[in-house]
């Protein structure tokens, strides 16, 4: 994996901004999956306990973004903390009636709600059926449909901040008493990996698809985003200003994260994209917006404008690659299609990729072509082994993020429907 920051991005990077919670009260603590954005609600906030026990606690709300249906799973107000949601499921920290707290789930589909038989711990993180979390200084993984609870920080540790992606889970722990490190840990092999050994604090990791990110002090002077590719082993810097930046996730290859090189006390959301290396500033408002959340092409933050944190979107707008295949019998046959901005405008004198596979799981590439004035391009495919799946891939650039198309299937000798190019 290579880290580098390229020239800023234009403005086609990123669509309009849409500001997605209202009222006089706080929304923060966004976290995207898919189309749902779940998040916390202080609207009907209020204090339970006594003393130095009184807790605060609201709602845990989730906005479908493609219906704008927006629902309250914690009609009793009792949620105690920041939401977490993976595909169809969501799990929060849930005071109850005071005896029975701890992690309540809902199914999103089948609309079952119910608390879950694990420890009362903190700082959930959900991938699919998987659930980490802080207990005691450990951190633990649970299993909601086996009830599975397992602790994969060892004893004697200060761990916390834990993250999941698949069968890998990710944490921060002071073993040597002095400063915090990241450790991975894969569920499959039950081995345990330590990711940093700078003698500084590297703190808040996050994890998407072998890809794990952080906040890092080893700069004397502010913390930077740095990043590991479980892969290779590589890690490497994505910034280098001399501020502060921190509080960075990960998703698909791109990494947002809180940055005050804008000024002190100005914080604003940024975003990186490994394959193009394009690094852009996503907000653009005096005072503090933070604690980005990224799924796909959507970027979710929360943000200080007015009066209280609201909850904002912008969303990564990529060219189109249509793809189709030339009309003809031959040996070797070609796809055709064009690359097209996110207005319908051709975008000319690019590189795209043909990428083959067997399997369409694994993919290789193969020839290169450079779109004309119309956006469009041609390639040849050899398929003298059978049938091939195909796709086109475009890198990005600073002003066009990159992007896939759809697959298709090409077979030696055979005839097949060309490709009209849409008007725009």
Same mark, same amino acid.
């Given at each position: 994996?290579?880290?580098?920051?390229?020239? &800023?991005?234009?403005?086609?990077?990123?669509?309009?901004?849409?500001?997605?919670?209202?009222?006089?009260?706080?929304?923060?603590?966004?976290?995207?999956?898919?189309?749902?954005?779940?998040?916390?609600?202080?609207?009907?906030?209020?204090?339970?306990?006594?003393?130095?026990?009184a807790e605060t606690v609201f709602d845990v709300r989730v906005l479908d973004l493609k219906t704008g249906g927006d629902v309250n799973l914690t009609p009793d107000h009792t949620a105690l903390g920041r939401p977490a949601i993976s595909g169809a499921r969501v799990v929060w920290s849930d005071y109850g009636n005071g005896t029975n707290r701890g992690f309540w789930y809902?199914?999103?589909?089948? *609309?079952?709600?119910?608390?879950?038989?694990?420890?009362?711990?903190?700082? &959930?993180?959900?991938?699919?059926?998987?659930?980490?979390?802080?207990?005691?200084?450990?951190?633990?993984?649970?299993?909601?449909?086996?009830?599975?609870?397992?602790?994969?920080?060892?004893?004697?540790?200060?761990?916390?901040?834990?993250?999941?992606?698949?069968?890998?889970?990710?944490?921060?722990?002071?073993?040597?008493?002095?400063?915090?490190?990241?450790?991975?840990?894969?569920?499959?092999?039950?081995?345990? @990996?330590?990711?940093?050994?700078?003698?500084?604090?590297?703190?808040?990791?996050?994890?998407?698809? *072998?890809?794990?990110?952080?906040?890092?002090?080893?700069?004397?002077?502010?913390?930077?985003?740095?990043?590991?590719?479980?892969?290779?082993?590589?890690?490497?810097?994505?910034?280098?200003?001399?501020? #502060?930046?921190?509080?960075?996730?990960?998703?698909?290859?791109?990494?947002?994260?809180?940055?005050?090189?804008?000024?002190?006390?100005?914080?604003?959301?940024?975003?990186?994209?490994?394959?193009?290396?394009?690094?852009?500033?996503?907000?653009?408002?005096?005072?503090?917006? *933070?604690?980005?959340?990224?799924?796909?092409?959507?970027?979710?933050?929360?943000?200080?404008?007015?009066?209280?944190?609201?909850?904002?979107?912008? @969303?990564?707008?990529?060219?189109?690659?249509?793809?189709?295949?030339? &009309?003809?019998?031959?040996?070797?046959?070609?796809?055709?299609?064009?690359?097209?901005?996110?207005? *319908?405008?051709?975008?000319?004198?690019?590189?795209?990729?043909?990428?083959?596979?067997?399997?369409?799981?694994?993919?290789?590439?193969?020839? @290169?072509? #450079?779109?004309?004035?119309?956006?469009?391009?041609?390639?040849?495919?050899?398929?003298?082994?059978?049938?091939?799946?195909?796709?086109?891939?475009?890198?990005?650039?600073?002003?066009?993020?990159?992007?896939?198309?759809?697959?298709?299937?090409?077979?030696?000798?055979?005839?097949?429907?060309?490709?009209?190019?849409?008007?725009?």
């Amino acid at each position: 994996m290579m880290v580098g920051c390229a020239s &800023p991005a234009s403005a086609d990077w990123l669509g309009k901004e849409r500001q997605l919670t209202v009222g006089a009260a706080t929304q923060d603590w966004p976290q995207l999956s898919g189309s749902k954005l779940a998040y916390a609600d202080h609207t009907a906030e209020r204090t339970v306990g006594q003393g130095a026990a009184a807790e605060t606690v609201f709602d845990v709300r989730v906005l479908d973004l493609k219906t704008g249906g927006d629902v309250n799973l914690t009609p009793d107000h009792t949620a105690l903390g920041r939401p977490a949601i993976s595909g169809a499921r969501v799990v929060w920290s849930d005071y109850g009636n005071g005896t029975n707290r701890g992690f309540w789930y809902r199914n999103l589909v089948s *609309g079952q709600q119910r608390r879950l038989d694990a420890s009362p711990g903190t700082r &959930p993180q959900l991938s699919g059926d998987l659930l980490c979390y802080e207990f005691q200084g450990r951190i633990h993984v649970h299993s909601i449909g086996t009830g599975l609870d397992l602790t994969v920080s060892p004893a004697g540790g200060a761990a916390s901040a834990c993250d999941i992606s698949g069968r890998v889970v990710v944490w921060q722990d002071v073993r040597n008493g002095h400063d915090s490190d990241i450790y991975a840990y894969d569920l499959d092999s039950s081995l345990e @990996t330590k990711l940093t050994t700078t003698g500084t604090d590297q703190t808040l990791p996050r994890i998407d698809a *072998g890809i794990v990110v952080w906040q890092d002090a080893t700069s004397a002077t502010n913390s930077d985003i740095y990043a590991a590719d479980l892969a290779t082993g590589a890690v490497t810097q994505v910034t280098a200003d001399e501020s #502060v930046q921190w509080f960075a996730d990960v998703a698909d290859g791109r990494i947002v994260w809180m940055d005050e090189r804008d000024g002190h006390n100005n914080t604003e959301i940024y975003l990186h994209d490994v394959a193009s290396a394009v690094t852009t500033r996503v907000t653009r408002h005096d005072g503090w917006s *933070g604690n980005p959340t990224i799924d796909g092409n959507r970027i979710a933050f929360e943000d200080g404008r007015g009066a209280g944190h609201k909850v904002y979107l912008r @969303t990564i707008t990529p060219p189109t690659v249509l793809l189709g295949r030339l &009309p003809g019998t031959t040996a070797n046959p070609t796809v055709a299609g064009y690359l097209l901005g996110a207005d *319908g405008a051709p975008v000319t004198a690019e590189s795209v990729v043909l990428e083959t596979s067997r399997d369409g799981r694994g993919w290789t590439a193969a020839t @290169t072509a #450079v779109t004309d004035l119309s956006g469009g391009f041609t390639l040849a495919v050899d398929a003298r082994t059978g049938e091939l799946s195909v796709r086109v891939r475009f890198g990005g650039t600073p002003e066009y993020p990159a992007a896939v198309s759809p697959v298709i299937t090409v077979k030696q000798a055979h005839v097949v429907v060309g490709l009209s190019r849409p008007q725009p």
